[in-house]
């Protein structure tokens, strides 16, 4: 039975048609879910997560489904010199390894700095990036670098306000931060946006995620006190 499936694109740099996999929504099926939302999958070839970015196999510009369509003054140019113009033809368009997926982050990511993509864009590029490092190749050094990238595109996109024009919800944003912070061992970071949560005005909209917010809060204080107790 056929997992994956072809999906058309068009590159908006150099007007080439490719196809990029994409695996059939029936087959994602994670088997558990982390605090921070990453879902762990039993199989490699049924995860997500290495097909999330879609790479122009002619001239190397690399997408996400979450990519504007909209280039600002300057950006078109500097794709091309700085990426076309660099580029080895090569296809991402085959079922993926978890070394190639990880290539097609990181041209994802190049791509997203030099288009001065939204920072809830970039931020859910580095975020998948420290699940791939975390799931599949349980590095811990790579996964932590990524997440702290991630909580800073997160925080950036909490102060410019890009995140409301998505799915995303203030919440779930101030949760989100808050987690990331827990993981990279920021516990005031974390504490204050954890607050953030439980003090806002639409908490009623979102009762899960206030009582994982009070949760985890909760676990940082007893884990603060206990330290102090055997300081």
Not at 160 to 171: A, L
Request: proline fraction near 2%.
């Amino acid at each position: 039975m056929e997992r994956l499936f072809n999906r058309n694109h068009i590159c908006s740099i150099c007007d080439h048609a490719y196809t990029t996999k994409k695996v059939k929504s029936r087959f994602i099926r994670p088997i558990s879910h982390d605090t921070d939302f990453c879902s762990i999958y039993d199989s490699l070839e049924t995860n997500p997560l290495l097909y999330y970015v879609s790479v122009c196999p002619n001239c190397g510009f690399s997408i996400t489904e979450e990519f504007s369509s909209h280039f600002p003054p300057g950006t078109m140019n500097a794709i091309r010199n700085k990426i076309q113009k660099h580029w080895q033809k090569k296809s991402y368009g085959e079922i993926r390894s978890v070394q190639t997926a990880i290539n097609s982050y990181k041209l994802g990511i190049y791509s997203g700095m030099i288009k001065n993509e939204a920072s809830i864009v970039m931020s859910g590029l580095y975020l998948r990036l420290a699940w791939l490092y975390r799931t599949v190749e349980k590095n811990e050094v790579q996964e932590l670098r990524f997440l702290k990238l991630a909580a800073d595109q997160f925080e950036r996109s909490y102060s410019n306000g890009d995140f409301s024009q998505t799915s995303m919800s203030e919440i779930k944003l101030l949760y989100l931060i808050g987690e990331l912070h827990t993981r990279l061992g920021n516990s005031r970071q974390a504490i204050r946006y954890f607050q953030l949560v439980l003090q806002h005005k639409d908490k009623d909209t979102q009762v899960r995620l206030v009582e994982k917010s009070r949760d985890r809060w909760y676990e940082i204080r007893t884990a603060q006190r206990q330290l102090h107790m055997h300081a």
